[in-house]
């Protein structure tokens, strides 16, 4: 079963998610640090990620996780639309970049089609 690490801090967001996709074990992180030893331990074959985390940048969190696996695939998921933090976070490395207004059906194709490559 493929793996998905949510870093988010939300716990009914992760809850959401879990629900939301299907035939995928979710593993969750609150913190930045939290998703880069989960990174290490589990070796997810995706990682969405949150922009505000209450210890570090998702961005900063996708570096460090880039620096240990320059393949990870990253997903940012966030409330942030400025174009300079989009701009920043593939940069970072980030292989997508999908709002939180997105809609759902979108996410859960993002996240299907991700897993697929």
Do not use: C
Not at 19 to 36: D, F, H, N, P, Q
Not at 48 to 69: H, N, Q, R, T
Not at 89 to 98: E, V
């Amino acid at each position: 079963m493929k793996t998905v690490l949510l870093v988010e801090d939300s716990e009914m967001f992760y809850h959401l998610l879990k629900k939301m996709i299907k035939g995928v074990s979710v593993e969750w992180a609150r913190l930045g640090e939290e998703a880069i030893e989960r990174y290490k331990e589990k070796k997810p074959e995706l990682v969405i990620m949150d922009v505000v985390l209450p210890d570090m940048s998702g961005i900063e969190a996708i570096k460090e996780i880039k620096k240990i696996d320059n393949n990870a695939k990253i997903i940012v998921l966030s409330g942030i639309d400025h174009d300079e933090v989009i701009q920043d976070a593939k940069k970072a490395g980030a292989t997508a970049y999908i709002s939180k207004s997105a809609g759902v059906n979108y996410l859960r194709s993002k996240i299907y089609e991700e897993l697929k490559n």
